[in-house]
C-alpha cells in the first residue's frame, strides 16, 4: 500500500507547507494551518465516468422527498416530518444533555425496521448496553461497535441503512497524525462520512461537542457540509430540554421539539403548560406572557425582568434568552417615550424554560416585563402581550396574529395587548377574548398602570 502523506494547508489563503507551521508565512495568519491527507498521485485518480452536462431548469427531475420517520414525534418534528434518507444531520449540545439518550431512542425505533449501526466511540459497548436496558430498547436487532478509527468503521457497513457516530470529536482517521478531535480530523472524518452517505445511501447521525461558548467544536465547515444541523439546549436544573434546528435543507430552521428528561429517557412533551409560564404570574411585577412563534407552533412563553437599584457606579444589564441588544434597545425606549428611568437600576431579564425568543414580535413583552419591574405594578395573570417597538416609541404589527390570539384562548387568557394594525385579523376573536389595541408604547404602560394605581408603591425602586 502506498503511504499516504500528509500536508498543511493554511485556513486563511491556502498556502501549503511539508511541516506545522505557527504562522503562515504567506498571509501572516497565526495557528491557520491544519493538517491534510494529500490527494492520491494522478494515476490513482478515478476517471470522470459521466459527462454532465449543462441542461435547462425545466428539463430536471423533481424528486419527491421521502421521509422516514423515526418514531420520536418531536424529533421528526424538527427534521421537517422525518428523516430524508441518505442526508447528514448533526446533533450538538453540552455533556450530559443527552444527546446519546436521544439517538439510542431513535436508533432502537429505527433497528426494528431498518440496519442500524451505533458507533459507540466515547463509551464502551456494555455501557451502551446498560442505557438501552433503562431506556427499554430492544438491543437484538440493533447493531454496535465501540470503535474510534474511521477505517474499521468504513469497513463495517455493508447493508447499514442508518449509522451513528456518537461522536465526531472522538473519531480519527489513521492517516493522519493530528490527534482525535482537532480541527483537521474532524473535517476530514466529517467530509469522508458525507461522501460514504452519499455513495452508499446511509444516513448519517453524527453527535458534536460544543465549545464552551456554545458552538459545535470543530471547524464550521462541519456545519456547511450537514443538511441539518441540530442543537439540544437545556437548563442543568430542570430536566426540559430544547431541540432546535439551526440549519435544516429539508425543513424549517424554526421548529422546536421539547423533552423531558426522565429516569427511563427522553419523552417528548405536548402539553407546555407550567414550562414556560410559570404558576405566580400575576402576583409579582415583572411577568408578562408572550406567544411566541417558532416554526409551525405558537408557544406562550413568560418574560420575566427584575430592576433592582445599581450599588456601584455602573448598572448592570443582563439577559437570558432575549437578545442583549434587545434589552438596551428597549430600555432606551422606556426612557425616551415611557418616562421611566434606568441609568441607577441594575436589570435582570429572563425567558422561562430555557427557550430563546429571537422573535421581533416580544419586543412589547420585554418592554412591559420591564415596565412592570420598575413600577412594582404586576400585569393581570390573564393578559398576554405581543408586539414590535420601533425606536420612536410606535408598536408594529406582527406576522400571524390570529394564530397568536387563538392560541392565548386556547390557554386561557382572558386579554390581549396587541398592536393596533393587528387588529384586523384579531376582530374575528372578539366575542372569545378581549382585545387591548395599542399604537404607542405610553399606551401599553398605561394600561399597566391604570387598574393598580399606587399598588405596591413601597416596592417601587428609589
Ligand atoms: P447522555 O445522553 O449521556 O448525554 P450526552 O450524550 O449529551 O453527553 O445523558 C446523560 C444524562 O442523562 C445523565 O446525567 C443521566 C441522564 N439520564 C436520565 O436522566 N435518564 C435516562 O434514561 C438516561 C439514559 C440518562
Ligand atoms: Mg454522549
Not at 448598572?315 to 442583549?324: A, E, Q, T, V, W
Amino acid at each position: 500500500m502506498a503511504k499516504t502523506v500528509t500536508t498543511y494547508v493554511c485556513g486563511e489563503c491556502g498556502a501549503v507547507s511539508p511541516k506545522w507551521l505557527g504562522r503562515c508565512p504567506n498571509c501572516g495568519a497565526w495557528n491557520s494551518f491544519i493538517e491534510e491527507v494529500q490527494a492520491p498521485a494522478a494515476a490513482e485518480k478515478p476517471i470522470l465516468k459521466s459527462m454532465v452536462r449543462p441542461q435547462p431548469l425545466s428539463f430536471v427531475r423533481e424528486e419527491k422527498l421521502k421521509r422516514i420517520k423515526t418514531g420520536v414525534d418531536e424529533f421528526d418534528r424538527v427534521l421537517g416530518g422525518g428523516i430524508v434518507p441518505a442526508s447528514m444531520v448533526l446533533l450538538g449540545g453540552d455533556p450530559g444533555i443527552g444527546k446519546s439518550t436521544l439517538l439510542t431512542e431513535v436508533s432502537g425505533i429505527l433497528s426494528k425496521e431498518h440496519k442500524v449501526l451505533y458507533i459507540s466511540a466515547e463509551e464502551s459497548a456494555s455501557q451502551l448496553k446498560l442505557r438501552c436496558n433503562r431506556l427499554g430498547v430492544n438491543s437484538d436487532t440493533m447493531l454496535v461497535m465501540n470503535e474510534t478509527a474511521l477505517e474499521n468503521i468504513e469497513a463495517n457497513l455493508d447493508g447499514v441503512e442508518f449509522l451513528i457516530v456518537d461522536s465526531i470529536q472522538a473519531v480519527y482517521l489513521d492517516a493522519l497524525s493530528s490527534s482525535a478531535g482537532s480541527v483537521g480530523q474532524v473535517r476530514e472524518c466529517a467530509s469522508r462520512l458525507m461522501r460514504l452517505a452519499k455513495a452508499k445511501n446511509i444516513t448519517v447521525f453524527l453527535v458534536g461537542h460544543v465549545t464552551k461558548e456554545g458552538a459545535i467544536a470543530g471547524p464550521k465547515v462541519l456545519e456547511h457540509i450537514m443538511d441539518t444541523v441540530l442543537y439540544f439546549e437545556g437548563d442543568a436544573e430542570n430536566n426540559y430540554r430544547i431541540l432546535r434546528a439551526v440549519k435544516n435543507r429539508f425543513g424549517s430552521v424554526n421548529e422546536v421539539g421539547v423533552f423531558e428528561m426522565r429516569e427511563n429517557g427522553l419523552f417528548g412533551v405536548k402539553d407546555y403548560a407550567g414550562i414556560f409560564v410559570s404558576e405566580s404570574r400575576g402576583e409579582n411585577a415583572g411577568s408578562v406572557v408572550t406567544p411566541f412563534i417558532s416554526g409551525n407552533r405558537c408557544v406562550p412563553v413568560e418574560i420575566q425582568g427584575l430592576v433592582a437599584k445599581t450599588v456601584f457606579g455602573m448598572p448592570r444589564r443582563m439577559s437570558l434568552g432575549i437578545d442583549y441588544n434587545k434589552l438596551v434597545l428597549m430600555l432606551a425606549v422606556l426612557e425616551k417615550k415611557g418616562g421611566l428611568p434606568f441609568y441607577s437600576q441594575d436589570v435582570y431579564l429572563n425567558a422561562m424554560g430555557g427557550i430563546k425568543l429571537g422573535e421581533p414580535s416580544v419586543d412589547l413583552a420585554v418592554l412591559m416585563s420591564l415596565a412592570s419591574a420598575y413600577t412594582g405594578i404586576p400585569l393581570d395573570a390573564g393578559t398576554a402581550v405581543f408586539g414590535e417597538v420601533g425606536l420612536t416609541g410606535e408598536v408594529r404589527g406582527v406576522s400571524r396574529a390570529e394564530m397568536r390570539v387563538r392560541e392565548c384562548i386556547n390557554a386561557g387568557f382572558t386579554s390581549v395587548i396587541l398592536p393596533k394594525s393587528n387588529m384586523k385579523s384579531a376582530e374575528a376573536f372578539r366575542s372569545r377574548i378581549k382585545l387591548i389595541p395599542v399604537s404607542y408604547v405610553f399606551q401599553a404602560v398605561r394600561e399597566l398602570t391604570k387598574k393598580n394605581k399606587g399598588r405596591d408603591a413601597e416596592e417601587q425602586p428609589q
